[in-house]
């Protein structure tokens, strides 16, 4: 019966993108090399994996709506993380155990198999909320059975217990869940095991109040933890904390800590909380260790409760897109992220300027643009250099007050609004421009901005402009 269910959803998901698929396919804001929604809602990355030569990105995905609902697991493979296709339905909640959304998880081999973790979230009439932490397993990558439960809800947590991400380390395989203890403070928990299929419960990893962190939150969401460079990560999405000057100036924020786990008492010795982004839509990011040996990263393009009912996009029936990937390495106390140089297999025709500005602006026709890759060399900056993309967004650098700042026109109420960091120097900016979106890279990566743009759709300038001396070079790709 339960399978038959699935099955129907399945087939109602299939529907929906068909009836739907000119409407979406319609609106100039769709991207032109990010993963979207092929209708309604996308938001947390999940299961990524390279599984047999293969990339593969799982996502929530609500088909039904723009909304927020019981979730399912869209899919998508490549094998050059540049090109995707997208794969039947991974996951629906058609069973009593993930029946109001098979929420977050994640993917790994196991006995030449892909093998997915993920939360199943149940509500009852009065809406009290259950957890459990299920299985579903593949020989294919494609079509996906269901184990059903492997994990209860422990004592000691609330519901909020979500998220799971498995490794393997020496014989064990440990898991990692964001949560919140029944004083609703913020955390992530270990647990251990020998088969996969039961789990000991180690401890909490850290948590709100714990060494460097403080007071932190009422929920951990998203953990991810992994050794990069000698130094284990532990990445998070933590809710609940107030704005410090430019930090957390999002709803909700993602960032990570790092230090050494004991994986004996399932500890994790840390220093202090780095933001991840600087942006404006950045969060629930997940990372895998490809056959390469590479630690790849892609992150969800939005933030939960941030403005979602006024994105335009909603009028074609789709919202939200996930990064690009990005190669991640441990460099001087510091997560560094590069795009990944796959993407380089997008650049199309290629523009190079230089420029030495003083108190002037300038525009090269050939410059402009709505789908690019932009690369900055900045040789000299005596005041202040801005670039203005499609008389929508900008990005500021002041050299005397040593901060770099986005700004864009707001998608809620039309006013200017930023996001900034303090920076010694910017000496390369390297920009991801897509149909409404933006990335930028600082310095090979020290800092990212990761931000949605709607501009309008006639306007494709690019504008650089300096108050004082500027001396520069300018590399654009246009991208196929």
Known sequence: ???????????????????????????????????????????????????????????????????????????????????????????????????????????????????????????????????????????????????????????????????????QHLDKWYMVIGTQNLAEEGRVVLLESSDLKNWELKGDVTASGHQEVGSFGYMWECPDLFELDGTDVLLFSPQGLEPEGDLYQNVYQTGYLTGQLDYKEGKLSHGSFRELDRGFEFYAPQTTLDENGRRLLIGWMGVPEQGEDHHPTREHKWIHMLTIPRELHYVNDKLIQRPVPELQALRHERVEKTASLSNEKIEWTEMNGTVYELLLHLKKIDGSFSIHFRNHASMIFDSEEQKLTFMRVSFIDGKEESRSCSIAEVRELRFYVDASSIEVFVNGGEEVFTSRIFPNKSDDSLVFKAVGEVLFEAIKWKFK
């Not at 739907?20 to 100039?28: A, F, I, S, W, Y």
């Not at 929530?60 to 399912?72: I, L, R």
């Not at 993930?98 to 973790?117: Q, R, T």
Request: with cysteine; net charge negative.
């Open 1 to 167: 019966m339960m399978l038959e269910r699935n099955e129907e959803l399945k087939e109602l998901a299939i529907k929906e993108i068909k009836a739907h698929r000119e409407t979406v396919e319609g609106d100039h804001y769709r991207s032109r090399y990010h993963l979207m929604p092929p209708v309604g809602l996308l938001n947390d990355p999940n299961g990524f994996i390279q599984w047999k030569g293969v990339y593969h990105v799982f996502f929530q995905w609500m088909p039904f709506s723009t909304e927020h609902g019981a979730k399912f697991w869209g899919h998508y493979s490549s094998t050059d993380l540049v090109h995707w296709e997208l794969a039947p339905t991974a996951l629906t909640p058609g069973d009593w155990y993930d029946k109001n959304g098979c929420y977050s998880g994640s993917a790994i081999s196991h006995e030449d198999k892909m093998l997915l973790f993920y939360t199943g979230n149940v509500k009852d009439e009065a809406g009290n909320r259950e957890t459990y932490q299920c299985l579903a397993e593949s020989t294919d990558g494609i079509h996906f059975d269901k184990k059903g439960v492997i994990l209860d809800l422990p004592e000691g947590y609330t519901a909020h217990f979500r998220d799971p991400k498995v490794w």
